[in-house]
């Protein structure tokens, strides 16, 4: 193992022989420890950058055509699908329309509700939040259903 020409250190025939063992034998490391002589050979991790480059490229191709697009479009047709009347939800979560499962939901299309009565409940961030009615009314439709996940400001119930 020692290598006479260099001082008593490490042959380098013997380092690339356990190299060549590391490689054929799909090995990670191998450690070898013989008295005051100890020998560590370890591949290295090889590195995953082309992903992120490769997404980098595609994302403002992707992005940078449906805006120009999309953006005079979809302005006003989503401001009118949303009828007066719409109780928004005023988080990210998901909607409950009962207390708690199998208990009878909070309000049912045709029932008349007083203002801060609650409609349903949003769960955001294990919070369980009443949704309270704005003003008194009926209940006209219900555009979520039970346990479903809401956006900002999403439509939830519609009174009349």
């Known amino acids: 193992m020692s290598d006479k020409k260099n001082g008593g250190g490490v042959d380098p025939q013997f380092v690339r022989e356990l190299a060549s063992i590391l490689q054929e034998q799909g090995l990670n490391e191998i450690e070898l420890e013989q008295g005051e002589l100890k020998l560590r050979l370890a591949k290295a991790a090889p590195v995953a950058a ?79 939040n009443p949704i309270p009615s704005p003003r008194s009314g009926r209940v006209t439709q219900i555009l979520v259903s039970d346990q479903q996940p809401v956006e900002y400001d999403e439509p939830l119930i519609i009174l009349e």
């Open 50 to 128: 082309p992903a992120p480059i490769s997404y980098a490229v595609q994302a403002p191709v992707a992005v940078a055509a449906p805006v120009a697009q999309a953006s005079p479009a979809p302005a006003s047709p989503v401001v009118a699908a949303i009828p007066a009347g719409a109780v928004r939800s005023p988080m990210v979560g998901t909607a409950y329309l009962a207390a708690e499962p199998g208990a009878s939901p909070f309000v049912k299309v045709g029932d008349m509700v007083n203002q801060g009565q609650t409609l349903l409940i949003v769960e955001a961030m294990k919070t369980f």
